[in-house]
């Protein structure tokens, strides 16, 4: 069964780097049939999209974070990686990865890890 | 870009149907047939329930359908059930590879 877990730090300063990592299990992350994104959630809001990345390493960023965000894959971990650069207070949220079906132009995820939660604060 | 449109929120009796909106424009909801829709129970992470407008994953109950007509996409939860009450989430692809989501509607069931 696969699982999906996020893990990195907590607590971020406001304008440093927000860096998680999503450990992939059960799965081979190198599957031609999937990518993996990043997605989150501000505490009491709605979802937000941040970026999917193929095994092959080709992205896909949301427009309005493009310029700070980079999400890269390490295979021979099975791990794909999320850095958010210069960050305020706005970017604390529960951070998601999360895995979809790559067939045409789907975007949906079908499978989620526990979510984290990472505060922007000095 | 513009998250899509959602009620905050929705409510109904067990046993009754409700239906939660999610409005977009041609970009994204009227302009492709990938609208989905994610179930999230209080501290847990969403659930995929719908995908490409009225497809359900494989274990999703039939109680659960999807329907768009122009820029707007609808999920319809028909025989309510306690365990229906959480929050709902759309989402759609946007063009260029982008994806937006709404901003979530709380399912009430009374």
């Known amino acids: 069964q696969l699982q999906l877990q996020e893990s990195g730090p907590r607590l971020v300063k406001p304008s440093e780097t927000l860096s998680l990592i999503c450990s992939v299990s059960g799965g081979n992350i190198a599957s031609t049939n999937y990518y993996w994104g990043w997605i989150r959630q501000p505490p009491g809001k709605g979802l937000e999209w941040i970026g999917n990345i193929y095994y092959t390493g080709s992205t896909y960023y949301n427009p309005s974070l493009k310029s700070r965000v980079t999400i890269s894959v390490d295979t021979s971990k099975n791990q794909f990686s999320l850095k958010l650069s210069s960050v305020t207070a706005a970017d604390t949220a529960i951070y998601y990865c999360?895995?979809?079906?790559?067939?045409?132009?789907?975007?949906?995820?079908?499978?989620w890890g526990q979510g984290t939660l990472v505060t922007v604060s000095s | 870009q513009s998250a899509l449109t959602q009620p905050p929120s929705a409510s109904g009796s067990p046993g009754q149907s409700v239906t939660i909106s999610c409005t977009g424009t041609?970009?994204?909801?009227?302009?492709?047939?990938?609208v989905s829709w994610y179930q999230q129970h209080p501290g847990k992470a969403p659930k995929l329930m719908i995908y490409e407008v009225s497809k359900r994953p494989s274990g999703v109950p039939d109680r659960f359908s999807g329907s768009k007509s122009g820029n707007t996409a609808s999920l319809t939860v028909s025989g309510l059930r306690a365990e229906d009450e959480a929050d709902y989430h759309c989402s759609s692809y946007a063009g260029i590879n982008n994806l937006v989501f709404g901003g979530g509607t709380k399912l009430t069931v009374l």
């Open positions: 999360a895995r979809g079906p790559r067939l045409g132009i789907r975007r949906d995820f079908d499978s």
């Open positions: 041609s970009n994204d909801v009227g302009g492709y047939n990938y």
